[in-house]
């Protein structure tokens, strides 16, 4: 069988959705078993108020990443927009490594750009000033001293205004900026870029460092039950129905 490496991003997992969790035990268990490497590129959950924030959904999550880790396959994990604040202790108990939100990979002898994707979204401005903010390093150290009622509250505010504001934003705005692409390609020197964020799975043709690239972009696991294969000599973007 030929070496492979899966992608995935935007589950959203949440204990209001046992299914998606479910879906990710199945995919664990049994498609993803062999991988060369497992990549998670953020949202994994639908919000992460700290790893202090132990409770029977989210220790079920980190004992099915364990469980698989145990099998021999690394398993890394870039933040998203909606777990930022997962840290180190988590990321222990599920086997898991923490990748910087930018982070290039040898991908069968492909340099690869890898990233969640939020940081390419630079049209939609309230939002970039926000991930300004909560990248750096004194506003997640404050969040985090607060207790967990108050976190939770936050979230969940947070999280009806971030869909009132995208129902209100044109998909233009909300989707990636191709500059913004093509600089990212160009200071990292590669012809292969995958991230997730948008919901959009596509593998898109365009010419970075003047020279032909792909930009390919994962789905979420809600509607779109997207996955990505990477093996020496084949993309396969795979979608299912995942519900």
């Not at 479910?22 to 078993?33: E, G, N, S, T, W």
């Not at 639908?46 to 980190?62: H, K, L, P």
């Not at 150290?141 to 976190?151: D, F, H, S």
């Not at 129902?167 to 692409?181: G, H, N, P, R």
Request: with cysteine.
């Amino acid at each position: 069988m030929q070496p492979f490496t899966y992608f995935i991003s935007d589950l959203h997992l949440s204990a209001q959705r046992p299914d998606i969790t479910q879906c990710l035990a199945d995919f664990l268990r049994v498609k993803a078993i062999g991988a060369d490497a497992l990549y998670v590129l953020g949202d994994l959950f639908e919000y992460w108020i700290g790893d202090d924030d132990r409770n029977e959904f989210s220790e079920q999550v980190a004992s099915l990443f364990k469980e698989y880790s145990q099998t021999g396959v690394p398993i890394y994990f870039i933040h998203g927009n909606r777990d930022f604040l997962i840290r180190e202790k988590f990321a222990s108990r599920a086997g898991m490594t923490i990748l910087p939100e930018q982070h290039v990979i040898d991908l069968y002898g492909t340099p690869t750009l890898l990233m969640h994707g939020d940081e390419l979204c630079t049209l939609d401005l309230a939002y970039q000033k926000f991930r300004k903010k909560a990248r750096g390093w004194w506003w997640p150290r404050m969040v985090l001293t607060l207790p967990l009622w108050v976190r939770k509250r936050i979230a969940e505010k947070g999280r009806k205004t971030s869909q009132q504001n995208q129902q209100k934003l044109s998909m233009e705005i909300m989707d990636v900026t191709s500059s913004e692409v093509v600089n990212y390609m160009q200071e990292f020197n590669v012809q292969q870029l995958i991230h997730g964020h948008t919901h959009r799975p596509a593998i898109h043709q365009l010419v970075a460092n003047d020279k032909p690239a792909l930009r390919i972009v994962l789905g979420d696991w809600y509607d779109q039950g997207s996955m990505l294969k990477i093996t020496p000599k084949s993309i396969d973007l795979i979608s299912e129905n995942l519900g």
